[in-house]
């Protein structure tokens, strides 16, 4: 989907995001990643595990969790 589907552009879902956070105790912090376009679903990751996105016309990154 577009960004513009999540609460109408991008910068208010992520404003949401820093309020819900903040409200839980757990603020955004400096270097947080915000992905306030992805409309796909959230994928849980665990330590070891390691993803990758291929983006055609961009390429591919690879995430790798610490084990430790």
């Known amino acids: 989907g577009a960004g513009i589907a ?3 552009r991008p910068i ?3 404003l949401w995001l820093a309020r819900v ?3 839980a105790g757990r603020p955004l912090l400096e270097g947080d ?3 306030s376009g992805a409309l796909g679903p ?4 665990s330590r070891g595990d390691v993803v990758e996105a ?3 016309g961009l ?3 690879r995430a790798t969790f610490a084990a430790d």
Do not use: F, Q
């Open 6 to 8: 999540c609460l109408g």
């Open 12 to 14: 208010t879902s992520s």
């Open 21 to 23: 956070m903040a409200n």
């Open 33 to 35: 990643v915000i992905l």
């Open 42 to 45: 959230m994928a849980g990751v």
């Open 54 to 56: 291929r983006i055609n």
């Open 59 to 61: 390429g591919t990154v």
